[in-house]
Nanobody, 114 residues
Framework: QVPLVESGGGLVQPGGSLRLSCAAS????????MAWYRQAPGKERELVAS???????DYADFVKGRFAISRDNAENTVFLQMNSLKSEDTAVYYC????????WGKGTLVTVSS
């Protein structure tokens, strides 16, 4: 069973919005803090946002006020609502645990371009 499957990426113009989803297996999702990460071409993977099992959230400074992370515990799914997208948000987006990683999924590509 693939532990993490990301979806929802695509091509969007600057200022646009996208909503990413991450389906996680129950064993991974349950009682774990989850997070979204991203990796832009030529750069290291970086933390974007995290959410604990109670719903408390935290964001990297570069997405504060624009992105929102949420989770559906019944569906073992984590979401990332991305608004006011900028060209520098272009990256492959991944979800994983916030602390200690499981095998990475394939990610979903977000391209912000006019």
């Amino acid at each position: 069973q693939v532990p993490l499957v990301e979806s929802g990426g695509g091509l969007v113009q600057p200022g646009g919005s996208l909503r990413l989803s991450c389906a996680a297996s129950g064993n991974i999702f349950r009682n774990n803090d989850m997070a979204w990460y991203r990796q832009a071409p030529g750069k290291e993977r970086e933390l974007v946002a995290s959410i604990n099992r109670f719903g408390s959230t935290d964001y990297a400074d570069f997405v504060k006020g624009r992105f929102a992370i949420s989770r559906d515990n019944a569906e073992n799914t984590v979401f990332l609502q991305m608004n006011s997208l900028k060209s520098e948000d272009t990256a492959v987006y991944y979800c994983n645990l916030r602390y200690g990683f499981v095998n990475w999924g394939k990610g979903t590509l977000v391209t912000v371009s006019s």
